[in-house]
């Protein structure tokens, strides 16, 4: 029977045991007795009994690698794509947010910069052109885990350029890559960042790396933080954790959560939540307006920071419509609808009422994203100009937004005439 130690710094949190191919979980009596011990998910609150593996395994699985990405890394390691347990075991050692995943029958070595593994020229030049982030090194270096369906590998960035960490050691950025069916997205998510970042949305830091073929982005980790010269691990957790959902129902349309009970669930944990609806609020709009069809459930999070727990810095921001062939709606309706050229102003009044905000603000929001957003988007392409003389994603994404732009804001015009 697997068993991984759940660890915070130094802390061992509980124990995670496998049943067959799923988890439960117990927290150690050691974090009970903790005054500053914090449950490890939201929908998994501190207690003595153990939580069933019917409730404690999405949180684990929530972890993991999901499609094109996922089935890489199993092919590399040797397990099977559907065997959570077995992956978690390999790759938990930098996970999202503030825990490692540790298997009982081995004993961490000790950090060190002398153990870090730095990822090679070769390495960045292939991954750049599309090949699956794989290192050469992976079954020798540290165990290392991103949730999504991206390529895409956390690293520690040094002096010599970035590598693998030391293991226990804390990643500090990640970089994501192109794959060979989405060319370009890496600057589309750069170019679609800085313009949410324009239009005056909490995002999370990112670059384009030109040094390569192709760039490829580096998004500094918002879930870790500098202190006395060590970086420090914070807690995080997306709302498929929070709401204890399988990833599988990440998409509000195939059994997931709608935008009006995350708005609960902010209200609940929010240490100041009324600026955060309001950012949520902000965000559903920018979703609309840039044609970013792929804003789910696992790319929302609460964040806990020494303040108290606050809504994450928007993450994994792209204008899915600039690409062929995939689902144009929505992931979460605004009022009802979820395909964004059919959207009303009273559409996003329902939405503001079910966060409650006022209409006249919300109102105030919308007009000064779509009045806002030709300048914003100028300012965010002549960053992405700056950092690669051309990019076929420009076009793309400025012709997507455009149209979006068009089809709401004639449909704003309709309803005010």
């Given at each position: 029977m697997t068993s991984l130690r759940v660890q915070f710094e130094e802390h061992l949190v509980g124990t995670a045991t496998a049943r067959e191919d799923r988890f439960l979980f117990a927290y150690s009596q050691e974090w009970l007795r903790w005054t500053k011990a914090f449950p490890l998910s939201a929908s998994l609150p501190l207690r003595q009994a153990?939580?069933?593996?019917?409730?404690?395994?999405?949180?684990?699985?929530?972890?993991?690698?999901?499609?094109?990405?996922?089935?890489?890394?199993?092919?590399?390691?040797?397990?099977?794509?559907?065997?959570?347990?077995?992956?978690?075991?390999?790759?938990?050692?930098?996970?999202?947010?503030?825990?490692?995943?540790?298997?009982?029958?081995?004993?961490?070595?000790?950090?060190?910069?002398?153990?870090?593994?730095?990822?090679?020229?070769?390495?960045?030049?292939?991954?750049?052109?599309?090949?699956?982030?794989?290192?050469?090194?992976?079954?020798?270096?540290?165990?290392?885990?991103?949730?999504?369906?991206?390529?895409?590998?956390?690293?520690?960035?040094?002096?010599?350029?970035?590598?693998?960490?030391?293991?226990?050691?804390?990643?500090?950025?990640i970089l994501k890559f192109d794959a060979h069916r989405f060319p370009h997205l890496s600057a589309n998510e750069f170019l679609t960042n800085r313009f949410a970042r324009a239009l005056g949305l909490k995002v999370c830091h990112v670059e384009l790396n030109t040094t390569r073929a192709r760039p490829f982005l580096v998004v500094r980790r918002y879930d870790r933080e500098e202190r006395d010269g060590d970086v420090k691990r914070l807690h995080q957790e997306d709302f498929c954790q929070i709401f204890g959902l399988s990833p599988r129902r990440k998409y509000e349309g195939e059994g997931g959560v709608s935008l009006r009970q995350i708005a609960d669930a902010v209200r609940q944990l929010s240490s100041r939540p009324a600026a955060d609806l309001l950012e949520l609020f902000r965000w559903s709009i920018f979703c609309a307006v840039s044609g970013n069809a792929d804003g789910h459930a696992k790319n929302l999070s609460i964040l806990y920071d020494e303040s108290g727990p606050i809504l994450a810095p928007f993450y994994d921001l792209v204008c899915t419509r600039a690409f062929d062939g995939l689902h144009p709606d929505l992931a979460f309706a605004i009022g009802e609808e979820r395909n964004p050229d059919r959207l009303h102003r009273h559409h996003f009044h329902d939405l503001a009422r079910a966060f409650g905000i006022r209409p006249r603000l919300a109102d105030r929001e919308l007009d000064r994203q779509l009045e806002m957003a030709d300048t914003a988007f100028a300012r965010a392409a002549e960053e992405l100009r700056e950092a690669v003389d051309f990019s076929p994603a420009l076009e793309r994404v400025e012709r997507a937004v455009q149209k979006r732009l068009r089809a709401i804001q004639n449909n704003i015009d309709q309803d005010d005439a």
């Open positions: 153990p939580w069933p593996e019917e409730r404690a395994h999405v949180f684990f699985a929530n972890l993991l690698p999901e499609g094109v990405a996922r089935d890489a890394v199993c092919r590399r390691l040797g397990l099977s794509s559907e065997n959570d347990v077995a992956l978690l075991r390999a790759l938990g050692n930098d996970t999202a947010g503030a825990f490692r995943f540790v298997a009982t029958d081995v004993e961490p070595s000790d950090r060190g910069a002398r153990d870090r593994v730095l990822i090679s020229s070769a390495e960045l030049e292939s991954w750049s052109t599309g090949e699956p982030a794989l290192p050469a090194a992976l079954e020798n270096a540290p165990r290392l885990s991103l949730a999504g369906a991206q390529h895409k590998v956390a690293v520690v960035e040094t002096d010599g350029g970035y590598a693998l960490g030391a293991r226990g050691e804390a990643s500090t950025h």
